[in-house]
C-alpha cells in the first residue's frame, strides 16, 4: 500500500523559508509525478505546485517565483522549497499523487507565517 509522508512544516516569519518533503512508500512504489496543495482556515484546498513524470515543473501564479518543487530521487520523495513566504501562504500543505488511479493523500503538515 502506497503512504505518503510530509514532513518539514513549522513557524516562519515572513520572507523566510521552509522546505517541506513528502516521502513515498510501498512495496516497488516509484514516486514520479506529485502535485502539492493547501488548505488555509475556512477557505477551500487549492492547489500549489505540481511535478509532472517528465520533470516539468508547474506553479499557481500566488506561488510562481518563490516556490520551487522538485524530486529526490534516491530518497523517493519530492520537496518544496519556500522561499520568500507571505503570511497568506499560512495552511497545511497536502502532497498528493496518483498510482492505479487512486489518488493519495498526505496527512498534511502546518506552514504558519508571522509577519
Known amino acids: 500500500q502506497v503512504q505518503l509522508v510530509e514532513s518539514g512544516g513549522g513557524l516562519a516569519q515572513a520572507g523566510g523559508s521552509l522546505r517541506l518533503s513528502c516521502a513515498a512508500s510501498?512495496?516497488?512504489?516509484?514516486?514520479?509525478?506529485m502535485d502539492w496543495y493547501r488548505q488555509a482556515p475556512g477557505k477551500e484546498r487549492e492547489w500549489v505546485a505540481g511535478?509532472?513524470?517528465?520533470?516539468?515543473?508547474s506553479y499557481a501564479d500566488s506561488v510562481k517565483g518563490r516556490f520551487t518543487v522538485s524530486r529526490d530521487t534516491p530518497r523517493n520523495t519530492v520537496l518544496l522549497q519556500m522561499n520568500s513566504l507571505k503570511p497568506e501562504d499560512t495552511a497545511v500543505y497536502y502532497c498528493h499523487t496518483v498510482t492505479g488511479r487512486i489518488g493519495i493523500w498526505g496527512q498534511g503538515t502546518q506552514v504558519t507565517v508571522s509577519s
Open positions: 510501498g512495496s516497488g512504489f516509484v514516486l514520479r509525478a
Open positions: 511535478l509532472a513524470s517528465g520533470g516539468s515543473t
